[in-house]
């Protein structure tokens, strides 16, 4: 009996992950108000009601989608001695092998109840981890600094694309930015 409950669980975790990928990719692909159910359960093979018993409805599975986008470790587990250099980096790493948060932001924009998710899970989610991380009295500004640079970084790479930021990133560019996210951590 166990075996089968263990099945069951599995199963569950395999269709509520499939049902979130699938999410990010159209959320991001349509924004939030475009975006239906059924175009969401039809990418991940799913029946449409698994988004209430899972999600309880698609906004919340829009504050699951993008909760699971936001990380900002990926910025507090770098040595702030070398973080510009390697912010950099990860940034410039288009492996494709997570989903980029700024899409799903944008897409939210339109909707003031998915853009009141938006900027509550940014807030707790990556300002305040990174205001935590950088500390002292002027960790606000550095957050909001960061925050700018790197969301412009985004928006003209992934968003808005121009030319200039396509593919590899110039190395002119690139020294400017990781002397720009440093002198954030060092001022």
Do not use: C
């Amino acid at each position: 009996m166990g075996t089968v409950t263990a099945m069951r669980a599995r199963d569950a975790d395999r269709t509520r992950q499939a049902i979130l990928d699938a999410a990010q990719q159209v959320f991001a692909e349509k924004g939030f108000a475009e975006a239906g159910v059924r175009d969401i359960t039809a990418r991940a093979g799913v029946n449409p009601s698994l988004v209430s018993r899972y999600f309880g409805g698609k906004l919340r599975l829009f504050e699951a989608a993008l909760d699971a986008a936001l990380d900002a470790r990926l910025m507090t587990d770098l040595p702030k001695e070398s973080f510009g250099k390697q912010i950099v980096a990860r940034f410039a790493d288009e492996s494709g092998a997570r989903t980029s948060p700024l899409p799903l932001l944008f897409g939210a924009a339109a909707d003031s109840e998915a853009r009141a998710v938006a900027e509550r899970l940014l807030r707790e989610r990556v300002f305040e981890p990174l205001k935590t991380w950088f500390g002292g009295a002027e960790a606000h500004v550095k957050a909001a600094r960061f925050m700018m640079v790197s969301m412009g970084f985004f928006t003209y790479r992934d968003q808005l694309r121009l030319a200039e930021f396509a593919g590899a990133v110039d190395p002119a560019l690139r020294l400017w930015l990781e002397a720009a996210f440093q002198a954030i951590v060092d001022d």
